[in-house]
């Protein structure tokens, strides 16, 4: 079974026809509920590429996981900084993934750069999970630590 997704399109995708079905299912989903908001778009950072650099085991080399950024143009006329923006953009993710009940079945990644930019992973998986890296190590690898909703807020970039 193949999926065409309606706000995606083949060229965000290393190569679509490889990817998991139930993935392009979910993001599309969730980029369609995501978009009731307030316009939100999703811009694909890394799929399915076996030459990404990803952790070994990456759900992203099973063809089973997206990186991306979300931004909308509506929330920064709305919100008077960036962090503002960031922060209403991950609590609507957050409500998106339980109202489209993609939740359950999916792990998700919130990375912020050492910058303070933001940028999110979703993968289809059987256990849900949830995690946040702040920044990288000096060998160019994500820090991977606990969930932990106020540490994330302060590594955001206020602007
Ligand atoms: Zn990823």
Redesign the pocket.
């Known amino acids: 079974m193949i999926y065409i997704p309606k706000h995606f399109s083949n060229s965000e995708f290393w190569n679509i026809k490889l990817m998991n079905p139930l993935t392009l299912y979910f993001i599309d989903t969730v980029r369609d509920a995501m978009g009731e908001i307030t316009d939100f778009r999703f811009n694909t950072l890394?799929t399915n590429n076996p030459e990404d650099n990803?952790v070994k085991g990456?759900?992203?080399y099973d063809n089973r996981?997206?990186?991306y950024t979300i931004s909308s143009k509506k929330l920064k006329k709305l919100t008077q900084n960036k962090k503002e923006a960031d922060m209403f953009t991950l609590e609507s993710l957050f409500s998106t993934l339980i109202k489209t009940r993609t939740s359950k079945m999916m792990g998700l990644?919130v990375y912020v750069n050492s910058k303070g930019y933001i940028s999110y992973?979703?993968?289809y998986r059987s256990e849900p999970a949830k995690w946040m890296a702040l920044g990288k190590n000096k060998n160019n690898e994500w820090n991977y630590v606990d969930f932990n909703y106020e540490k994330l807020k302060d590594h955001i970039l206020t602007l």
């Open positions: 890394s990803h990456s759900s992203h996981a997206v990186d990644g992973h979703t993968d």
